[in-house]
């Protein structure tokens, strides 16, 4: 019996137009253009502005365009999954309200939760329910207004993020294409190190919470850039191990877009020369759960079917995770 692997067949990018460069940011904070590029890689992010526009409004955009770009009805897509940790609304889950936006009905949707890993790890449950054949269509999104959450008085995290999404669409392959293994990993020790820490059970909104700034993230960038490296080369490094692969067999690394000397780090770990690494951290900055997709939208002319990509994440909680896969078409 031909075994059935869940395989990306398509994949769209949103971003919102308005542009906040590292200029504009120095206007507003003690920064400058040189400091952040030096340090992050950065040099501009996208802003979702206007009222009410949250999350599943570039979610929405990503989906409707990547349906349009595979033929698919929305009454054919059978789950859609979105990972962010900007949801429009604690519930109901921003997959519901994308999936309302774009004319899907009736199906299974819902939201996961695991930060700058979220992609991947939602990208593995629905390669999960592709392989186990109860599902023939599923999409996949990585999506985030980091904008809501961020603080602009705050240099340390302000110069990083920016919003976007991407979405794929996730289908069964029987020629051995697609989703080949995968590491996904999680560490709730190192919490406080990277949060979000008000607004949930724990502190719900109160003058208090919104006096000291706990709706915001924070980060504390020293212990977070010295797991992210470790952490990140490792499970990179573990994943082409365990399936036999040299960097000279690796087509591309699609890393996480948080810091460039991450991503860096990760590379050599791998022994993957910089030609073989996806970025685009230098026009969207750290989009959270959306970085992953928009690397694959960005570079989508430049993949070759039976390509072996490396996906690679770390994020708050901690969550960590590679993915193996053969680019389908």
Not at 11 to 22: H, R, S
Not at 125 to 145: C, L, N
Not at 249 to 256: E, I, S
Not at 268 to 293: D, F, Q, S, W
């Amino acid at each position: 019996m031909t075994k059935i692997i869940a395989a990306i067949t398509g994949v769209q990018g949103y971003v919102p137009e308005d542009v906040l460069t590292n200029a504009d940011l120095a206007k507003i904070v003690d920064t400058t253009d040189e400091w952040i590029i030096s340090r992050t890689g950065i040099k501009e992010r996208r802003i979702l502005r206007g009222e009410g526009q949250g999350t599943s409004v570039m979610g929405a955009e990503a989906v409707k365009k990547l349906l349009e770009k595979t033929n698919t009805k929305p009454e054919e897509v059978d789950l859609l999954i979105c990972a962010t940790v900007t949801p429009d609304h604690f519930f109901p889950s921003t997959a519901n309200l994308i999936c309302d936006k774009v004319g899907i009905s009736f199906n299974a949707s819902y939201d996961i939760a695991a930060a700058c890993s979220g992609f991947l790890n939602a990208l593995v449950t629905g390669a999960m329910f592709i392989e186990s054949g109860r599902y023939k269509k599923v999409i996949v999104v990585g999506a985030d207004k980091m904008s809501a959450i961020v603080d602009y008085t705050d240099r340390s995290t302000c110069v990083l993020f920016g919003d976007g999404a991407g979405a794929v669409l996730l289908e069964p392959s029987s020629d051995g294409l697609g989703l080949q293994d995968f590491i996904l990993k999680s560490d709730g020790s190192g919490a406080n190190h990277l949060i979000q820490k008000g607004g949930g059970s724990a502190y719900p909104p109160t003058y208090e919470t919104i006096d000291n700034k706990w709706h915001h993230i924070h980060q504390e960038g020293q212990a977070v850039f010295k797991f992210a490296v470790t952490r990140m080369a490792d499970v990179s490094a573990e994943i082409m191990e365990r399936n036999n692969l040299s960097g000279d067999d690796v087509a591309f690394l699609v890393p996480h877009q948080a810091n460039k000397r991450i991503i860096d780090a990760t590379a050599n770990r791998m022994g993957v020369g910089p030609e073989k690494v996806m970025l685009n951290i230098h026009k969207y900055g750290n989009t959270t759960a959306a970085t992953i997709p928009l690397c694959l939208w960005d570079y989508e002319s430049q993949l070759k079917k039976g390509d072996n990509l490396i996906l690679a994440a770390f994020g708050g909680g901690f969550t960590w995770g590679s993915v193996y896969l053969k680019w389908a078409y």
